[in-house]
């Protein structure tokens, strides 16, 4: 129940402040054309393996990483925390313990089914991009926050929260006009104990940004359809009638 309004009207609903939600007004007719051109430039968002060295400012992942953070999340938790490592000797430091886990999963640990199905990416146990990409962004999920007295605080809906944030991380590099890849090593736990972090928090994924190298190859593949992957129950229909 509303309690009363304030400067820039804002209530208190059951005792928490609440304010108008904001947003650019738009016709019913303008969401199609901007859900297409929004539709047009991730289609040719690419998974970039071979980076250019060319440096990226520092204020441009400030901003990929706070575009990142305005993800929904359990309770408003926001519980991830982002690394990002531009420093060439920890960049090496963390190659070289990828590659020795990515070795060790390319010549026995994962299946036969799992190699096949990475074949056709090209993927090995060689992780130049680690390197070549001027940063890389880890990004931990936290298990738990800490309260201002240092007091454990619940989170809830952790790797889902952290997922969503990390499709919006990549989506925000690609609209920077920047290349992204989603790394990860398995397993990470070296990732914590390189980076100095706290034991609540686990290391979810590695995720290299910069510019494609003039020369990069992708694999040739296809996104699926519409009909393979959306499934409606429109108000005229039922999908199957």
Known sequence: MAQGSG???????????FVPYQTEPVTAEETIWRATA????????RSVREFDRRDVPRATIEQILLAASTSPSG?????????????PAIKV????????????????RMPEDWLAALAPLGTDEVKTHLTDAPWIVVVFAQKHGLDDHG??????????????ACGMLVAAAHAAGLAALTHTPSPMAFLGELLGRPSHEQAYVVVPIGFPSP???????????????GVFFDVDRIEGD
């Not at 400067?7 to 402040?17: A, D, I, K, W």
């Not at 605080?153 to 790797?159: D, F, I, L």
């Not at 020369?215 to 992957?229: S, Y």
Request: aromatic share 6%.
């Open 7 to 17: 400067e820039g009207g804002r209530v208190l609903r059951e005792g928490h402040p």
């Open 38 to 45: 929004h539709r047009d430039a991730s289609e040719r968002r």
């Open 75 to 87: 309770a408003h938790r926001q519980p991830w925390t982002f690394v990002a490592v531009r420093n």
């Open 93 to 108: 430091k963390i190659r070289e313990a990828a590659e020795e886990e990515e070795r060790r999963n390319y010549s026995g």
């Open 151 to 164: 007091e454990r605080v619940k989170h809830y809906y952790v790797r889902e929260s952290v997922g969503m």
């Open 215 to 229: 020369d990069c190859l992708v694999p040739d593949i296809r996104r699926k359809d519409l009909a393979e992957v």
